[in-house]
């Protein structure tokens, strides 16, 4: 099992404040993605990065995929009260597709 | 694009009795489906991996006669819980991997399906 560290595991903020979550891994991924969950709902598919030292941005969101395949960010610029959810982090096994998870993070942004 | 639904969204059942959840790629054809467990609070659990045509791979500690997966179609996986106990009540989600005729890593989540065994 490959594990992935996410920090923080909470993060509460004002709306218009800055935020980054971080994934963490001793291991390489052959790729990293980022979903958000709601309450009762299933993860929805934020990004998916594959190349070292790739940066995908997603309107306020940029993700950053670390030159060893091993960690990333998520950084939002002036959150919204829309950005509120479980940020989690799945990383892909070269050989089985497999995702490890990581804990998640939970953002709440107040309004 | 990229749809995934699940059937039923929530189940109440009987302590004892077998329930059925379906899982389904609606644009796009899935070489392989996963099936995840998800307890309040936490991140999502994986319990088996189902290629189409074949049996299911289940995680360690993942009970195969409690758990029976069927990949009948390149679009339907389906997780049927026999013998449900309340210990099996749970957030239970599926995801997809399309078939892209390369690689891709990349998996589409259901909804999820809320059990609760009584």
């Known amino acids: 099992t490959q594990l992935l560290e996410q920090s923080p595991q909470f993060l509460s903020i004002q709306e218009g404040e800055n935020l980054t979550v971080y994934c963490n891994s001793s291991?390489?991924?052959?790729?990293l993605q980022w979903y958000r969950q709601e309450p009762g709902e299933g993860p929805v598919l934020l990004v998916t990065?594959?190349?070292?030292?790739e940066v995908k941005k997603l309107k306020r969101l940029t993700f950053q995929f670390g030159d060893a395949r091993k960690d990333s960010s998520l950084h939002i610029t002036a959150a919204q009260p829309g950005d509120t959810g479980l940020y989690l982090c799945?990383?892909?096994?070269?050989?089985?597709?497999?995702?490890?998870f990581g804990a998640g993070t939970t953002v709440t942004v107040r309004a | 694009g990229a749809v995934v639904s699940q059937h039923p969204s929530w189940v109440i059942c009987k302590s004892g009795t077998s329930v059925k959840i379906e899982c389904r790629s609606l644009?796009?054809?899935?070489?392989?489906m996963f099936w995840y467990r998800q307890f309040p609070k936490q991140s999502l659990m994986l319990m088996a991996t189902?290629?189409?045509?074949?049996?299911?791979?289940?995680e360690q500690g993942v009970e195969k006669d409690k758990f029976l997966i069927n990949h009948a179609s390149l679009t339907l996986s389906t997780l049927t819980v026999t013998s449900a106990h309340p210990e099996d009540s749970s957030f239970y989600i599926c995801?997809?991997?399309?078939?892209?005729?390369?690689?891709?890593?990349?998996?589409?989540f259901g909804p999820g399906t809320r059990l609760t065994v009584l």
């Open positions: 990065v594959v190349t070292g030292g």
């Open positions: 799945a990383g892909a096994s070269s050989n089985d597709y497999k995702l490890s």
């Open positions: 644009d796009f054809q899935a070489t392989t």
């Open positions: 189902s290629n189409e045509g074949s049996k299911a791979t289940y």
């Open positions: 995801s997809a991997r399309p078939w892209t005729g390369g690689r891709t890593d990349t998996q589409y």
């Open positions: 291991s390489v991924f052959s790729s």
